[in-house]
């Protein structure tokens, strides 16, 4: 699949290019004023899996190739970003063309890095890219709309993408995304193709100093929590300077790192994974000695859509799937153990793929 991708939004200085930097090693400079970021670096991200590591170590692969992510680091939103204010156009289209948002909210009270407003307020900061995003919306909603009435004029049946369209026009004048607006299968597949900002799924990230290290908890955190739990987002709480100072490190060193913080697992590793599951991903396996491998598609698809992961002949070509579960693959020491003992599974074209499964499929 096209590697799908998450915008790291937020205000000016509120440590997006530090964060993009530890999320991908690329040491790109980090500058202290607003809109040093124009063009949108963009970076492909492993989804760190220790299972992967597992199966490699049964089947004697010579490679392993983890499932990837892309993040993009989008400059600094301002107040007035959808009339244009500091860039905000260009940067609005490099929200539009990615999947996931990801807002990284400043969480840590520094002095020295300037704050846009003048004051640290995560929860004002939320609403000010917020209503950007909203305004942006309602501007095309409402265009839309007028060119749809025009070429649907005369039609005996209102087309669904209308209904859809006022549903989400009234959702945005109440301020609210369209993300949390209520709509039926026919609404949301004809809101679909329209690509709104706030109907993006969202992964808020408080963004806290070294000095909140190991419980990453402050009262800015916990005023981003309870938004986060009102509006149904998940939340991830890191401290982007100390996951960039281990980005270079070994293996080795960056675990001695952490444990001097008292901090058991990298954020970054957290917010991989709660991007991905938000996005409604799920990863299988296939796992020889050449190679293992993750895949990814979206909870709900077929064998034969995964088998089209690896390549559409495969997926053309179907006949069958043979299904090992992780937890089998371990137990009885990879795929052959696994048949042995009865629990490698024959499946058709109607199997709904599992996130654990091992698969060798047979095709045309």
């Known amino acids: 699949m ?40 963009v970076g492909i991200v492993d989804v760190p899996d220790p299972r992967l590591f597992e199966l490699s170590r049964i089947s004697k692969a010579q490679k392993i190739i983890p499932a990837t992510i892309s993040f993009v680091d989008i400059a600094g939103l301002v107040k007035g970003a ?6 905000g156009n260009q940067f609005l289209t490099n929200i539009r063309d990615t999947d996931l948002i990801v807002h990284l909210v400043r ?11 003048g004051k640290i307020d995560p929860i004002d900061d939320i609403e000010v890219i917020n209503l950007e995003l909203i305004l942006a919306d309602l501007d ?6 007028i060119k749809l009435e025009k070429s649907t004029k005369g039609q005996k049946e209102r087309p669904a993408s209308l209904d859809a369209l006022d549903k989400a026009i009234t959702q945005l004048n109440n301020s609210l995304p369209i993300r949390s607006l209520v709509l ?27 000095k909140e290290l190991p419980s990453m908890e402050n009262e800015h955190v916990k005023k981003v929590r309870e938004f986060a739990k009102k509006e149904g987002a998940p939340i991830v709480t890191i401290c982007a300077k100390l996951e960039e100072d281990v980005a270079g490190l070994s293996p080795e060193e960056e675990k001695e790192y952490l444990e001097s913080y008292g ?8 917010l991989i994974r709660a991007s991905f599951a938000t ?24 064998a034969p859509e995964a088998a089209g ?21 371990l137990t009885y020491n990879g795929r052959n153990g696994a048949k042995e003992a009865g629990k490698a599974r024959i499946e058709g074209k109607i199997y709904t793929m599992q996130g654990d499964d091992i698969v060798l499929f047979f095709h045309n």
């Open 263 to 270: 901090v058991k697992e990298k954020g970054l590793d957290s």
């Open 184 to 210: 039926t299968p026919e609404e949301r597949e004809g809101l679909k193709n329209f690509n709104f900002l706030t109907s993006k799924p969202i992964v808020y990230c408080a963004n806290v100093s070294e």
């Open 140 to 145: 095309m909603a409402e265009k839309i709309k």
């Open 107 to 117: 969480c840590f009270d520094n002095d020295d890095i300037i704050h846009v407003e």
């Open 2 to 41: 096209a590697n799908l991708s998450c915008g790291i939004v937020g205000l000016p200085n509120v440590g997006k290019s530090t964060l993009f930097n530890a999320l991908t090693k690329q040491m790109i400079a980090a500058n202290n004023f607003p809109f040093c970021t124009i063009d949108p670096n």
């Open 82 to 87: 959808s009339q244009g204010q500091g860039l």
């Open 279 to 302: 996005l409604g991903l799920i990863t299988f396996y296939t796992a020889g000695e050449k190679e293992v491998r993750a895949w990814t598609v979206h909870k709900g698809a077929s």
């Open 309 to 329: 992961k690896i390549h559409t002949d495969i997926q053309k070509g179907f006949i069958r799937a043979e299904v090992v579960s992780y937890d089998d693959f």
